[in-house]
């Protein structure tokens, strides 16, 4: 079911098929740590890691509507963490079914 439906079986067949070839980043994780999450990215492709400037973030693409309605495809100047809003933007009883039914996401 959009917006989600696609996305997780991919992730889900990507997951079965390559899991020790992934690498995952969770957007938690960027947000609230970006520097060492950032790190950890760099380390796991066996290259030096020599900093970002996380409080000055340039959009330089542009998305495709594709995504339309689900995402205005604009970024923050500045990595820092959100606000847990999916119940507000999936809905409660959809929020509640995905953290259920995907809760092996969160293994990653």
């Known amino acids: 079911m959009p917006p989600l439906g696609i996305a997780v079986e991919r992730l889900s067949d ?27 990215v760099w380390k796991y492709l066996g290259l030096e890691f020599n900093g970002h400037d996380f409080d000055n973030v ?5 998305e495709h509507e594709l995504g339309w309605p689900y995402g205005d495809h604009e970024i923050r100047g500045k990595v820092e963490p959100i606000a847990p809003d999916w119940n507000e933007t999936l809905g409660r009883p959809l929020a509640d079914q995905v953290a259920q039914t995907f809760r092996w996401i969160k293994e990653l």
């Open 14 to 40: 990507a997951v079965k098929r390559y899991k020790y070839k992934l690498h995952f980043v969770h957007f938690e994780s960027l947000t609230a740590n970006p520097a060492e999450t950032m790190a950890e």
């Open 58 to 62: 340039e959009q330089y693409t542009k």
